[in-house]
């Protein structure tokens, strides 16, 4: 038997009982619940990952939704006890949503919400700053300051890697990666080869614009390719950023063999998921290839970093802060409340999970949908006609 776990509740007679495993950004959240007749309730337990036992005694005998979290194992055992408790919704706070078995959930008619787009800008400038970080070597020219081991201006001091002119690869072109892709091309202008299942439509036009204009005023163009693989991008790109969904197909996308085609001066960045990376072959490769260099945000066994790469001088290590804006970390917990809310509710769901505006916008009050629900489809829910 799982240990009782603290909480904090809001609206105590609220009719539905919705329950959040960690404290999340800003109040909007909760007042909407609150407003719809929500008793909500606050795990605030001194634990960063609470396990499947601490969720399932949140959870309790009755709980009609849960917005839960990225680090949290939401499979078969959770979405059995949630169904068992009369809950019919979970939502992660997080676009992405590998830690949730979707089959699992389709199974107990759970839907299952995510918060997209309300990050997209704050997750790619993260990649951007790790890439200029990495490529400018701004973390060691750091740690060198604060040492006291500048003593004076020298030729040879933190060289690194100038962007303008160089190649952006981005594997993953999806939201994150065409706005990571759009804020390199244009921010340094740098050319782009990306790679991803689908045509980046939308990137393509942007870019090819930008080097109209570049031309226009008697500068450079830019220039655009859709690589046929991603062995491509790796081998012609200078900085590589990766923004694809984990799943088998993304696995250990970059592994001992594609490490060593790629340039020996590359910068790699990782803004998606840990295990896109083989990280004991990437600690390997760094250390024999010193001017490689690479900026993560994201670890394979996070919390933990394999062994060695703490130590490695051309590695610039955060703890998955991508998203952390005041803004877009408040944005994210509301979608998720309305993603439950909006199923409790027995709402549609809207229509285009990219467009969640309407559900950000502090003075009015959200459409009366779910922002966005990944199994929609597989549970037959209706779509919203707003
Ligand atoms: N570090 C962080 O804090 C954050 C991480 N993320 C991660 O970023 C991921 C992407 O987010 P979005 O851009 O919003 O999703 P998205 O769905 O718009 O983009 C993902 C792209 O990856 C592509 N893709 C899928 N499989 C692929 C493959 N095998 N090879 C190449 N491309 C492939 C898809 O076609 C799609 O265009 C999320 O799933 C999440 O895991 C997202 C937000 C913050
Ligand atoms: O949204 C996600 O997928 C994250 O990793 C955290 O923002």
Partial sequence: MAKPVSIEVWNPHGKYRVVSTKPMPGTRWINLLMEQDCRVEICTQKKTILSVEDIIA????????VIGQLTEDWGETLFSALSRAGGKAFSNMAVGYNNVDVNAANKYGVAIGNTPGVLTETTAELAASLSVSAAR???????????GLYDGWLPNLFVGNLLKGQ?????????????????????FKMNLIYYDLYQATRLEKFVTAYAEF?????????????AASMEEVLREADVISLHPILDKTTYHLVNKERL????????????????VIDEVAL???????????????????????KPGLADLKNAIVVPHIASASKWTREGM????????????KGYPIWSDPNQVEPFLNENAP???????????KALGLPVSRL
């Fill in 260 to 275: 060593a085609i790629m340039k020996k001066e590359a910068v790699l960045v990782n803004c998606s998921r840990g295990p």
């Fill in 283 to 305: 600690v390997e490769h760094l250390k024999q290839n010193p001017m490689f260099r690479v900026g993560l945000d994201v670890f394979e066994d996070e919390p933990y970093m």
């Fill in 137 to 147: 070597r701004i973390v060691e020219a750091d740690e060198f300051m604060r040492a």
């Fill in 214 to 226: 570049l031309k226009a005023n008697g500068e450079q163009p830019v220039t655009w390719k859709r």
């Fill in 366 to 376: 959200p459409p009366a949908a779910s922002p966005s629900i990944v199994n929609a």
């Fill in 333 to 344: 917990a509301t979608l998720a409340a309305l993603n439950v809310l909006g199923k409790i």
């Fill in 58 to 65: 949140l959870i309790g005998d009755k709980c009609d939704g």
């Fill in 167 to 187: 190649t952006v690869g981005v594997i993953g072109a999806g939201r994150i990666g065409s706005a990571y892709a759009r804020m390199m091309v244009e921010g």
